[in-house]
């Protein structure tokens, strides 16, 4: 009686065990279809968004073409036809349907790339779409659809000398994005909405199905199911799928996902409608393991009955299958705490494994300038990089580490000194080397160390990790919570007291000058925020943040536009001023401006505002028109930190801005960076295409001055001329 008790207990565990089990595994396999497809959409939307930039890229590049420009403004169109190649179009070869139009000042059609015609009548065309553009000429790139198809549009405005002579217009068909899909298993259609479909009348590439427009060419493997189904396929909302079956075979098929395709006013134009061909065999995986469920059901009701008929036999068996089950769930559950890129473990695995290390200090580094490598060479080789640094440590290492955040890592070491000095050896003595990318780079990292105690080590890292982060040339910052609240505090105590009594700490304004490229003089003075304590100067590194977090921005600005003023008072001489997003959401900058000017016997000619480039970019209306205002009233107006991030060009043509002041990050290492040297130049050529002088700070050398006066820049700033200092 005891042993068949035994036994169905045993029995019960032992089902209770499989199921578990295979309800985990079937929940991996649909985790697995969620990440797969969740993946294919967020390509498929990059894959957009990327074209859209492409064709703008062209646009732009052609625009600035010298012959190009010579046959627009000598207006002799012939040469389009008959000699001139668009040497353009050969980095560009994977748009087959690319196509470009060239329109005079007046609005008229004066070339198309697609034609053969020449300057006939059926070429000079009027395009009362292009009014207000040929008013004020503008870059603008959107997705549209027309009586032609539905395309990618980029239209710039073309200059000579700063004369506006016409519009080139480039277009880009879907098919790329299609034919990169299709190397993947992913067959698409781009389907125009039925009020588009409508005013299509010229079918060159796609074809008409019932109500709809299919703009590409479908390919055979899924003609039949677009044929059949379309109304279904657009009616798929976008965080919805379908599953097709091919061929009556169910477990043979494709998951069908329906991205909208919007313009810039949020206008549906289409359905970009993706066949996912299950190369995995999720679907047939999922089904099985339901079946096994199903089975393992049945066969556990005649193995209680065996079992129960021959207790003895089986109990080896039982053991067996027993330890085998807590293999496999002990592989699942390795698969569920492992990272899918790095195969790192995951954080919430850092959490479990933490309490067995009680003895160990806990590292945690992150690579330097990742998010820069991602910008220039793209999130497959930022992903790739990232699983060469895991490999690479954990072969050092001897044991795996975990992935806390994209490029930030942690492990338990006891010996961290000396395993900090390793990962700096290995990675500066052998650079990743991506042979398929032809890259080379020698990464480095920032380090923070904190003991394995208490619940929120990955706090404490991550405030010591920022600090490293400030401190390049320290080896780790090691996490003590006393020093950190105590400089917090401190600085925080300092600035009130500079604020609003000047006992202990006063705010004064540094100078530096920025010089003439051409004439070695000096043209004006930055303005330069310090804190001065006793006879010790801090830089805004120790309270800018501080002053953020504390809410103090708009009167540090007060305290630096006020004691400048002074420094000038009654003469002619230039000077900046730095001004903050928080400056301009109290409303009240302009009429202090105006206040300190008047008292000081100051004219807004002589002040030049320097605003970063975030404000242009993303700033509010209220901002926008705060910063014209201080415009029309005569104050200048520069962009500060200029490439940092991503500036929206119409904000700064609408602004009128007068300065452009290239980043450091790319002016100090101009003669050695070669990815510097162009962008600096990029930077140049866009801002004088609209007028705008620039500067360049960080001239910390002769070479590089060198090259700042070859690219045409104006004006310079950095210590090879002059340090911050107290008095003009």
């Known amino acids: ?174 098919n790329s994005i299609v034919d990169k899909l299709k190397s993947q298993n992913i067959y698409s259609a781009v389907i125009l909405t039925k009020e588009k479909s409508k005013n299509i009348r010229f079918n060159n590439y796609g074809e008409k199905i019932g109500n709809y427009f299919v703009s590409n060419k479908i390919d055979d493997k899924i003609k039949h199911y677009i044929t059949k189904n379309l109304e279904t396929y657009v009616k798929i909302k976008p965080n919805e799928v379908h599953y097709v079956v091919k061929n009556g075979d169910f477990f043979d098929g494709y998951y069908v996902i329906n991205i909208p395709i919007k313009n810039n006013n949020n206008q549906l134009l289409g359905y970009f409608v993706a066949f996912i061909e299950d190369t995995y065999y999720l679907k047939e995986k999922e089904v099985f393991l339901d079946i096994i469920m199903i089975i393992i059901s049945i066969l556990f009701i005649i193995m209680w009955y065996i079992a129960y008929r021959t207790n003895k036999k089986n109990k080896k068996l039982i053991k067996t299958l027993h330890k085998e089950v807590k293999k496999q769930i002990s592989e699942k559950l390795e698969l569920i705490y492992t990272d899918n890129l790095t195969k790192a473990y995951k954080k919430t695995k850092f959490e479990i494994d933490k309490k067995q290390h009680n003895n160990h200090y806990v590292i945690m580094l992150n690579i330097k300038n990742f998010s820069k490598i991602n910008e220039l060479y793209g999130f497959k080789t930022g992903d790739e990089i990232l699983k060469i640094v895991v490999k690479r440590i954990e072969h050092l290492l001897n044991s795996k580490i975990y992935r806390i955040h994209a490029d930030e890592f942690v492990f338990f070491n006891k010996n961290y000194k000396r395993t900090i000095k390793n990962i700096k050896y290995l990675f500066i003595n052998d650079p990743i080397k991506l042979q398929k990318d032809n890259l080379n780079l020698r990464l480095s990292f920032s380090f923070a160390v904190t003991k394995n105690r208490g619940d ?58 920025i010089i003439d490229n051409f004439t070695g003089k000096v043209i004006k003075y930055e303005t330069l925020a310090r804190l001065k304590v006793d006879d010790k100067i801090y830089s805004p590194f120790f309270f800018l943040d501080i002053a953020k977090s504390s809410g103090f921005l708009f009167e540090i600005t007060k305290i630096m536009i006020d004691n400048a003023f002074a420094k000038i008072a009654n003469t002619d001489i230039q000077l900046s001023i730095n001004i903050t997003e928080d400056d301009l959401l109290t409303f009240q900058l302009k009429n202090y401006l105006l206040v300190t000017l008047e008292k000081y016997n100051l004219k807004a000619e002589q002040i030049t505002l320097e605003i970063l480039e975030g404000i242009t970019s993303n700033s509010t209306r209220n901002n926008i028109t705060q910063l014209k205002d201080l415009k029309e009233i005569g104050f200048k107006i520069a962009i500060d930190d200029f490439g940092v991030e991503y500036s929206n060009f119409e904000r700064i043509q609408e602004l009128d801005i007068d300065f452009i002041k290239i980043d450091g990050k790319y002016i100090k290492n101009i003669d050695k960076d070669k990815k510097s040297y162009e962008i600096t130049k990029a930077i140049t050529s866009f801002a004088h295409s609209l007028d705008i002088k620039v500067i360049a700070e960080f001239v910390e050398n002769e070479e590089v001055y060198k090259i700042i006066k070859e690219l045409g820049i104006e004006y310079s700033q950095g210590y090879y001329f002059s340090k911050p200092k107290e008095e003009i």
Do not use: C
């Open 456 to 513: 929120e080590i990955l706090r404490q890292l991550s405030i010591a990790l920022k600090e490293a982060k400030t401190k390049p040339f320290r080896e780790f910052v090691y996490y003590k919570p006393k020093e950190v609240k105590k400089d917090f505090i401190k600085f925080n105590s300092l600035l009130y007291d500079a604020i609003f009594s000047q006992e202990k700490a006063t705010l004064i304004p540094y100078f530096q000058g």
């Open 1 to 174: 009686m005891k042993n068949q008790k035994i036994l169905y207990i045993f029995s019960f565990i032992f089902v209770i065990l499989l199921i578990t089990f295979f309800i985990i595994e079937r929940d991996y396999i649909r985790n697995s279809q969620q990440y797969f497809i969740e993946t294919i959409k967020q390509e498929i939307k990059i894959l957009i968004d990327s074209t859209k930039i492409e064709t703008f890229d062209i646009a732009k590049n052609l625009s600035i073409d010298k012959k190009l420009i010579k046959i627009i403004k000598d207006k002799n169109y012939n040469a389009l036809y008959n000699t001139y190649k668009f040497p353009i179009y050969n980095n560009y070869k994977k748009f087959e349907n690319m196509g470009v139009n060239i329109i005079d000042t007046k609005g008229f059609i004066r070339y198309r790339s697609w034609s053969k015609k020449g300057l006939n009548k059926n070429l000079l065309k009027y395009r009362p779409d292009l009014v207000e553009f040929l008013k004020n000429p503008h870059f603008k790139v959107d997705i549209i659809s027309g009586v032609f198809d539905i395309v990618f549009k980029a239209t710039v405005p073309v200059f000579d000398n700063k004369k506006f002579i016409g519009i080139l217009e480039v277009t880009n068909h879907f």
